[in-house]
């Protein structure tokens, strides 16, 4: 299906050659996983003013709208963004790659969403493509990830849209960067973190009733709830032979981030989620390196991913939710280099976590066994 694309786009516009690269660069561009894939960027031009153009898009009933050339500017026209990507890849006019991916958002978010539902898996010509759209964009799609936000949700000449351009996230670096020193020392002293503080609410109130399973193997129902909880990580056996512990001693942040640590000179991850989101830190790529690396010198060595949620919320869509962030680190890490047969979705014992408090719940942790 996704090849007919291509062919539609080349005859409509000339494209010759062209069309197939400019397809691939425009799908990996909506189904960046480190930028909390095609369900992430559906949301983000939602709440940048373009929710009935997408809805349109998404539906079964309604006829697609085709997108001016300028709501195509606002959602990707940032500096570094999709349109200059394809524009200083391909050599094409910008006016001719606005209309040509104004043109494609229809047909591709439209065929990404049957039933009008995002999929927990895409189809495999489309993560084909992703993979190859991936390398062409380079560096521009690593800004998208890093940044947490989608062009659409930014004008060109705005305030870019990451977590930064809140007043917490003018600290966020700063706060990361304490948490990791925290995080060192308390796992040195080999302290076990302290349960007796109440649970502080969660980072943001969606509705009522959210939650989400552990990692769990089977397709994805519906988008995400807003709830989510989380329970103890069985040990698993890291790398070596020797059975060690996951690091329970770790201060969380207040929502999404990822914290890496060393246990028996092995590398593991945990990754922190916004309540009822699904949306992995931006600072993923960054903190997995020493993992990914590991995975790759040994390759009888599995990343085995599990997802937690807190107690609060309709313990059902918990478990959904907590399933659906699994696979989201697990799509991050193999955009990251992780061969796919490297990783694991294990369901933990109990999904729901009542420890530290709710944001530390909200987690997926990934552990490297033999």
């Not at 800004?143 to 996230?169: H, K, L, Q, R, Y």
């Not at 943001?204 to 397709?219: C, F, I, K, L, Q």
């Not at 369901?347 to 530290?356: I, L, R, Y």
Request: glycine residues 8%.
């Amino acid at each position: 299906m996704i090849e007919n694309f291509v062919r539609e786009i080349a005859t409509r516009f000339g494209l010759g050659d062209q069309a197939r690269p400019l397809v691939q660069m425009t799908v990996a561009y909506l189904t960046n996983p480190a930028a909390g894939g095609l369900s992430g960027m559906l949301d983000r031009l939602r709440s940048g003013g373009h929710a009935s153009l997408v809805d349109s898009w998404v539906s079964e009933s309604a006829t697609p709208e085709i997108p001016t050339d300028g709501q195509v500017e606002t959602m990707f026209g940032s500096q570094g963004g999709l349109l200059s990507s394809i524009v200083a890849r391909l050599g094409l006019p910008r006016e001719k790659v606005t209309q040509i991916v104004g043109a494609l958002l229809p047909m591709l978010i439209s065929y990404l969403t049957p039933g009008g539902r995002v999929p927990t898996v895409l189809p495999a010509d489309v993560t084909a493509f992703a993979s190859e759209g991936r390398s062409l964009l380079g560096s521009a799609l690593a800004g998208a990830g890093a940044a947490a936000a989608a062009p659409a949700v930014v004008p060109p000449v705005a305030t870019a849209a990451p977590a930064a351009s809140s007043g917490i996230g003018k600290w966020l670096p700063w706060l990361i960067g304490a948490l990791v020193i925290i995080f060192g020392v308390s796992y040195c002293s080999k302290k076990n973190p302290s349960t007796d503080a109440p649970p502080p609410a969660p980072a943001s109130v969606p509705a009522p009733a959210n939650s989400d399973p552990g990692v769990g193997v089977g397709p994805a129902t519906s988008t995400p709830p807003a709830n989510e909880a989380s329970a103890p990580v069985p040990a698993p056996t890291p790398a070596p032979e020797a059975s060690a512990p996951v690091a329970d001693t770790f201060t969380a942040p207040a929502g999404a981030g990822v914290l890496d640590a060393m246990v028996q000179d092995v590398p593991m991850l945990r990754v922190f989620f916004d309540t009822g989101k699904t949306d992995v830190a931006p600072e993923f790529a960054d903190r997995s390196k020493a993992l990914v690396d590991y995975v790759k010198a040994n390759p009888d060595v599995k990343a085995v991913i599990s997802g937690f949620n807190d107690p609060t919320g309709d313990p059902v869509k918990n478990a959904e939710l907590s399933k659906h962030r699994a696979q989201a680190v697990q799509a991050a890490l193999v955009a990251a280099g992780v061969p796919q047969d490297s990783t694991v979705l294990e369901k933990p014992a109990e999904t729901t976590d009542t420890g530290a408090n709710n944001a530390s719940s909200r987690r997926v942790d990934v552990v490297l066994r033999k």
